[in-house]
C-alpha cells in the first residue's frame, strides 16, 4: 500500500492512539476523532478506569512503536494474586514459576496520554477531540459527526475507516442498521456489574497493603480486587450481582446496607477505605458484556479493531493487552505488501478473528475462577503444582495462565486449547490420586504431558479444535 493515503480513526483510547501512532509512523495521514474532551486537559474518568493489567502481549505492542522504555515507568509489577480469606488471613499465589514473568498495574489514563502525545508528535497524525461519530456510511467512505464545541454536523471522508471507538461502536452500529450485508453481531451481558473504589494511599506514595500483588477478596459468587497505582493508592473493583444473591447492587441502596455487607464480607479492606460511602454513592455501577462480530470489514473501506470488534469482560486482564495485539497483528498484515485494502482487512480478520474469541471465553472462565476457585484446596494445590513445574522446568512447562500471559508469540485460540486441555489433565490425575505434589516432579510432568495429549487428541476427534 501506498503511504500517503488517508486513514480516519474514530476513537483515541488506548488502541485508536497506538494505532495513531503506528500508521503514523509508517507515514500515512492520519486524522483521529475522539467524542471525549482531551484527558490530558480534563479528568473523564468518572469511577470507571478498572486499572489495566500489561502483560506480555502490550508490552510487544510497545516495543512495536518504541515505548516500552517510557511505559515501565508507569507500571508497578504485580508478581501474583494476594488472596484475603474471610478471617482476614492472606497468601500470595504467584502467576509464575519463573521470577522473570509478571503483569503490571498502569493506569489507564497515564498510558493513553503518554500514546496520544507520542502519535502528535507526527505531523502526519492530527487529534480531533470533543467530536462524536454519529453514523458511518460505509459504502460512501464518510462519517458523520457531531462537534460538542459548536454544536453543528460535519462529514469526514478518507480512503479508509477504521473504528476503534469500543464496545459502542458507532461504526459496528452503522454495520448493523445498515442492512447492506450478511452481518452477525451478540452482546452478551453477565449478571454481574462492577463498581470502582479506592484505598488511599498511607503517606505519599505509601502504600497500606503489599504493593507488588493484584489483591482479591474472592466470595463465591462476588468478588473485590485491588490494583496498585504510583502515588500509593490501590484502585478497588467490586464485582456483584446485579439482583441476585443476599446481597447485590439493587439492595445496596442505603449507607447502613452498604456498611453491613462489607463489615460481614470484606472487613479487611473495610478497615482500609474510610472513604468508601463516598466512593460507593458517586461512582456508578456499570456492566459486564462481552462483544462477537463478523465480519470485522466491508469491501477496502471500513475496518472494526479493538473492543468495537471484540469487547471482553476484565477477567483475564487482557482486554488492553488483546486491543494491542490487534495493531501489532495489523501491522504484520502491512508488511505483506498485499494490494489493496480489502486484501489487508480479509488477511487480518481470517487470521485474528479466532484468537479474539477465544480470549473473549477464556475471561469468562477466569471471572469464576477468581470469585469462586482461587479459594478451593483442589485449585491451590493444582497451582502450587504447577508453580513448582514451572521452575523446576522453566522451559518445558508453562500453565494455561502462562500461555495466555507470557507468551506473546502463541495465539490466545492455540493457548486455550493446550491450557485447558493442561488443567483437565491435572485436575483428573490430582483428584484420581495419580500424582502427588511430593512425587517426582520428572514423573509428574511425563504424567501431566501422557494425559494432556491424550485429551487434545479426544477433543480433535470430537471437532472440538
Known amino acids: 500500500m501506498r503511504d500517503k493515503q488517508n486513514i480516519l480513526i474514530i476513537g483515541a483510547g488506548l488502541c485508536g492512539s497506538l494505532l495513531a501512532l503506528r500508521l503514523g509512523q509508517r507515514g500515512f495521514n492520519v486524522s483521529v476523532y475522539e467524542k471525549r474532551p482531551?484527558?490530558?486537559?480534563?479528568?473523564?474518568?468518572?469511577g470507571r478506569s478498572i486499572n489495566l493489567a500489561l502483560s506480555n502481549r502490550g508490552i510487544k505492542a510497545m516495543k512495536l512503536v518504541g515505548l516500552d522504555s517510557k511505559v515501565k515507568q508507569l507500571c508497578i509489577p504485580m508478581n501474583g494474586r494476594m488472596i484475603?480469606?474471610?478471617?482476614?488471613?492472606t497468601f500470595l499465589s504467584s502467576y509464575s514459576g519463573r521470577d522473570y514473568e509478571y503483569i503490571n498495574s498502569i493506569s489507564r489514563a497515564d498510558l493513553n496520554a503518554l500514546l496520544l502525545t507520542e502519535a502528535e508528535k507526527h505531523e502526519n497524525v492530527v487529534i480531533h477531540f470533543n467530536k462524536k461519530c454519529e453514523s458511518v456510511n460505509f459504502e460512501k467512505t464518510t462519517a458523520l459527526f457531531k462537534d460538542y464545541e459548536t454544536?453543528?454536523?460535519?462529514?469526514e471522508d478518507a480512503d479508509v475507516i477504521i473504528g476503534t471507538d469500543g464496545a459502542g461502536s458507532a461504526l459496528r452500529k452503522s454495520y448493523y442498521l445498515?442492512?447492506?450485508?450478511?452481518?452477525?453481531?451478540?452482546?452478551?451481558?453477565?449478571?454481574?456489574g462492577y463498581k470502582e473504589l479506592c484505598i488511599l494511599p498511607k503517606g505519599k506514595n505509601d502504600f497500606k497493603i503489599f504493593k507488588n500483588a493484584l489483591h482479591i477478596w474472592p466470595r463465591g459468587s462476588f468478588m473485590l480486587i485491588a490494583l496498585p497505582n504510583l502515588d500509593g493508592s490501590f484502585t478497588v473493583t467490586l464485582f456483584l450481582s446485579y439482583n441476585e444473591g443476599v446481597y447485590n447492587f439493587n439492595g445496596l441502596?442505603?449507607?447502613?446496607?452498604?456498611?453491613?455487607?462489607?463489615?460481614?464480607?470484606?472487613p479487611d479492606a473495610l478497615a482500609l477505605m474510610p472513604n468508601?460511602?463516598?466512593?460507593?454513592?458517586?461512582?456508578?455501577t456499570a456492566p459486564l458484556g462481552t462483544v462477537k462480530c463478523s465480519p470485522w470489514h466491508y469491501k477496502g473501506n471500513t475496518l472494526l479493531m479493538g473492543d468495537a470488534a471484540h469487547a471482553i469482560v476484565p477477567f483475564y486482564g487482557q482486554g488492553m493487552n488483546a486491543s494491542f495485539e490487534d495493531v501489532v497483528e495489523f501491522d504484520n498484515v502491512l508488511d505483506k505488501n498485499l494490494n489493496n485494502w480489502k486484501a489487508i482487512f480479509e488477511t487480518?480478520?481470517?487470521?485474528?478473528?479466532?484468537d479474539t474469541d477465544a480470549i473473549a471465553d477464556l475471561a469468562i472462565d477466569n471471572f469464576y475462577e477468581m470469585r469462586d476457585h482461587v479459594a478451593n484446596p483442589i485449585f491451590q494445590e493444582k497451582r502450587k503444582l504447577e508453580m513448582t513445574l514451572e521452575k523446576a522446568f522453566p522451559n518445558e512447562y508453562a500453565s494455561k495462565y502462562a500461555l495466555v500471559t507470557f507468551n506473546e508469540n502463541l495465539g490466545y485460540y492455540e493457548a486455550m486449547l493446550k491450557g485447558r486441555a493442561q488443567d483437565k489433565a491435572i485436575l483428573n490425575l490430582l483428584s484420581e490420586g495419580e500424582i502427588?505434589?511430593?512425587?517426582?516432579?520428572?514423573?509428574?510432568?511425563?504424567?501431566?504431558?501422557?494425559?494432556?495429549?491424550k485429551i487434545l487428541e479426544e477433543d480433535n476427534v470430537a471437532k472440538l479444535k
Open 276 to 284: 468508601l460511602l463516598e466512593d460507593f454513592n458517586n461512582n456508578p
Open 151 to 155: 454544536n453543528t454536523q460535519f462529514i
Open 178 to 192: 445498515g442492512k447492506k450485508f450478511l452481518f452477525s453481531f451478540s452482546q452478551d451481558y453477565l449478571t454481574h
Open 253 to 266: 441502596n442505603t449507607d447502613e446496607k452498604v456498611l453491613e455487607f462489607f463489615k460481614k464480607e470484606f
Open 436 to 453: 502427588n505434589v511430593n512425587d517426582d516432579l520428572r514423573s509428574i510432568l511425563n504424567k501431566i504431558t501422557k494425559e494432556t495429549q
Open 84 to 89: 484475603h480469606d474471610e478471617k482476614g488471613n
Open 348 to 354: 487480518y480478520e481470517k487470521s485474528r478473528k479466532k
Open 38 to 46: 482531551d484527558l490530558r486537559k480534563v479528568n473523564i474518568n468518572a
